[in-house]
């Protein structure tokens, strides 16, 4: 299934109103590697985490299986989260559609990743409009305007207004840094028309 931070409609959360932070994407690669058990029939597979090209979460799932002196098949698997920076950034706007002439106002809020509000951490929130181009024979949406607002975190949500002047889909992304400079982005559409 896919995860879902307990912070997000589960458990004691700080903010239980219904923020949106990221959730990870499905399966985007696997890998299969082959080893040999040492005389305990253990086996070790290290695993190195680089960043992404997209902050966000993502779960691992390693499976295994063994074949015994008997020739019997033994298997088991776990997952785990791993999480792209000690912070996250959620993305909260009252409508979902916008009327053209009135703004696009989105909040957001950073957490930690128990979900307790964190103060003073410097969030860049981007709206940009999407529209199709056919490029080398695929058609994919591309921002096409884009207007930036940078805003400080707080105890409480802290708001960023975009006047938008064309219709369309808008693509809000949210970026925060944590203290070694790890990033973790958060990003939701919005319709103007």
């Not at 995860?3 to 690669?29: D, H, K």
Request: proline share 6%; net charge negative; charged share 15%.
């Amino acid at each position: 299934g896919t995860w879902t931070p307990w912070w997000y409609g589960y458990g004691p959360a700080v903010y239980e109103e219904a923020f949106y932070f990221p959730l990870p994407p499905e399966i985007a690669a696997a890998n299969t590697f082959t080893g040999t058990t040492d005389a305990n029939g253990q086996h070790y597979l290290q695993i190195d985490f680089e960043s992404l090209d997209t902050p966000q979460p993502f779960n691992v799932t390693a499976e295994a299986s063994v074949l015994d002196v008997n020739r019997q098949s033994w298997a088991a698997s776990t997952s785990l989260l791993v999480h792209p920076a000690t912070l996250y950034v959620g993305l909260r706007s009252e409508r979902t559609f916008v009327e053209l002439g009135q703004p696009l106002i989105i909040e957001t809020i950073v957490t930690n990743l128990d979900g307790q509000a964190i103060p003073g951490r410097d969030v860049t929130l981007t709206a940009a409009r999407l529209d199709w181009v056919y490029r080398n024979g695929t058609w994919a949406e591309e921002a096409v305007e884009s207007q930036d607002c940078t805003v400080t975190s707080a105890a409480e949500p802290v708001t960023c207004t975009f006047e938008v002047t064309t219709g369309g889909s808008y693509q809000i992304t949210a970026i925060v840094a944590d203290e070694q400079g790890r990033l973790n982005q958060s990003q939701f559409t919005r319709w103007v028309g």
